[in-house]
């Protein structure tokens, strides 16, 4: 006599969760990209190695306020040679035995090698003297010396954030190519569910597990597409 199959004594063949993962793995493909303004790819995952559209900074910049100059001058009483401050233009050519005030951010004139801190200089008469303490070929930032043209700012599959958006503004980018948002459909099962808690219906499975995965849906990216109970 053949014993009847019942739920206590039944076989179930459940994969692995390694091989559950596995066969989930092999249904997924991209889902395609588009392009969308730097002010909406926050947390989007990149699909492009953005080149940068100039170099950063586009010319020498001083690091710190105080005197362009050449070092070869810095032993003598210097003659002062106007001032450049940030967002003016870069300026004539510093004369020999010459030196010009500069503030932080101010393009450094050609000819000057070196920023001297005004905290190292002082004043003898209508001239500048270097006090000891001055180094020379300090505090100047190069012509792309954070990164120069054609010089990838992004990398494909990166999750994009702030300091990622800010890059790509400063190599010349308003939009990014970035990967389409998954759409997830999300769905519970089971006739004891509730939607909501009703006053006075007694115990009641609320169902909690949708709005939690709904969360993580976005969390990680995608859109969730609410298929109810």
């Known amino acids: 006599m053949q014993t009847p199959t ?8 459940m994969p692995e969760i390694a091989e559950a993962l596995a066969r989930m793995e092999r249904c997924l493909h991209a889902v395609g990209c588009e392009r969308v303004p730097l002010d909406d790819a926050a947390g989007r995952v990149c699909a492009e190695a953005l080149p940068a559209r100039l170099d950063a900074p586009p010319f020498a910049v001083a690091a710190m306020d105080g005197y362009a100059l050449r070092w070869a001058d810095a032993d003598a009483l210097l003659a002062r040679s106007g001032v450049t401050r940030a967002g003016d233009p870069i300026g004539p050519p510093l004369a020999p035995g010459t030196c010009r005030r500069i503030f932080t951010g101010a393009p450094v004139p050609p000819g000057a090698d070196t920023v001297v801190v005004q905290e190292l200089t002082e004043t003898v008469g209508e001239r500048l003297r270097i006090l000891p303490g001055a180094e020379p070929h300090r505090h100047i930032r190069a012509a792309g010396s954070n990164f120069s043209t054609g010089a990838p700012v992004t990398r494909p599959g990166t999750r994009l954030s702030a300091r990622d958006i800010g890059l790509a503004a ?13 759409r997830v459909a999300v769905l519970s099962t089971g006739s004891e569910l509730s939607r909501a808690f ?8 609320l169902d909690a597990n949708r ?19």
């Open 6 to 13: 019942t739920a206590a004594n039944a076989t179930i063949d």
């Open 170 to 182: 400063a190599a010349g980018h308003a939009e990014i190519r970035v990967h389409r948002r998954p």
């Open 198 to 205: 009703a006053e006075g219906q007694g115990p009641q499975i």
């Open 211 to 229: 709005p939690a995965l709904k969360a993580l849906v976005r969390t990680w990216g995608g859109v969730p597409l609410d298929l109810g109970i």
